[in-house]
Every structure is written in C-alpha cells, then in structure tokens.
C-alpha cells in the first residue's frame, strides 16, 4: 500500500468518515461505510501484519543490541496452549531473561471508545495488564513485557519505559561500534 493511501485510510479513520460501501467480511459479519471492522475482526488479514509488524520491531532491536532471541518460543507456559511472542537467551533485569507478548489495541472499537475519550493509552493499559494476567506464571523464571500499542499510538506507561531502555542500548551499541570504526581508521592512518 502506498503512503498516500495508508495516511488517506488512517485520517479517515480518525476522523470517522466514511471509507468505503456496506460489504460482508469474510467472518460473515456486515461493514460499516467507517471501516472499523477491519480493525477489530479477528479475520481481517491486516491485524495479523500489524502484530507480526510490531513483533518484528521488537526483535530487531534486541538484535542491534546483540542479544539474541526466539520468536514464538514453545514450551514457556506450562498450562494450556499459550506462548509468548518472544524471549531473550541472556538475562534482561534482575537475573532473568525477558518474555514479551504483542498486542495491538484497536481504539475505535465499540467496547474501548468510553474508554479511549478519557484518557489516552488507558485501552493500551487494560492490555497489557490482561496480558500480565494471562502469563503471570512466567515471573519465576522470566521478566515480562507486555507490548500493548493502540491504533492511534498511545502504549502503556511501562511500554514507554521498557522502549527507552531498550532505545538506550541501541544507541549506546551504535556510539559504541562508531568509536571503534573510529579508532581503526585513526590507527591505519
């Protein structure tokens, strides 16, 4: 999709214009003219892209920092099916490695607009705590990180923080690696 059409579709969105005619969604379900459906049908391939989008971010941050990780590790969480997006091989914080799991929270949506008007990034919050909810088994063995993203962009608070940490370390690698560069270039001179 080219970037006129994704900034055409996402102020249309915002503003809650029309952004195309009544259709059926392949989960059989009736499309308003707003487009919203899209956002929240758990068939709609574009909410997939979104949270492998988001995932991927994540995960090459880790890498430019070097610290190698799994995505979709099995085996994590004893009871039921669940799985983390995602975990480090090293330790994160306090002696254990970090798991996080994606979420993409769709502001729009009828359940959150109450919600989302008062308060930005508080649909964000709601996630990531059910998030924490869902995987609290896993904080005897590993740190672990919600990645709750609204629509709109707002995230919760300890998303913020876990992404200037993380920010961090890229940057401190990238200096680091340029000082190196540096010095080599300097010596063969």
């Keep these: 999709m080219g970037e006129d059409k994704a900034v055409r579709i996402a102020v249309t969105l915002r503003l809650g214009s029309q952004l195309r005619s009544l259709h059926t969604c392949r989960c059989g379900s009736l499309v308003q003219a707003n ?9 709609a ?4 892209v979104r949270h492998h989008a988001l995932n991927e971010c994540i995960s ?3 890498s430019a920092v070097g610290i190698l990780v799994r995505k979709e590790p ?3 969480v004893q009871k039921g099916r669940k799985r983390p ?3 480090t091989f090293i330790p994160w914080r306090g002696g254990k490695p970090l798991a996080w799991d994606v979420t993409g929270c769709t ?5 959150y607009v109450t919600t989302t008007s008062q308060s930005a990034g508080s649909v964000a919050q709601q996630a990531a705590d059910r998030k924490c909810h869902k995987y609290g088994e896993l904080s005897a063995a590993y740190e672990f990180q919600p990645v709750a993203v609204e629509t709109h962009g707002p995230m919760d608070d300890d998303m913020v923080c876990f992404l200037s940490n993380l920010g961090r370390k890229v940057s401190e690698r990238s200096v680091t690696c ?4 540096f010095y080599f270039n300097a010596s063969a001179c």
Excluded: N
């Design 107 to 111: 502001t729009v949506a009828g359940t």
């Design 45 to 48: 391939p574009s909410r997939v």
């Design 178 to 181: 340029l000082m190196v560069i």
């Design 35 to 43: 487009g919203v459906h899209g956002l929240v049908c758990k068939q």
């Design 60 to 62: 090459r941050a880790f």
């Design 85 to 87: 997006d995602g975990c």
């Design 74 to 76: 099995a085996g994590l």
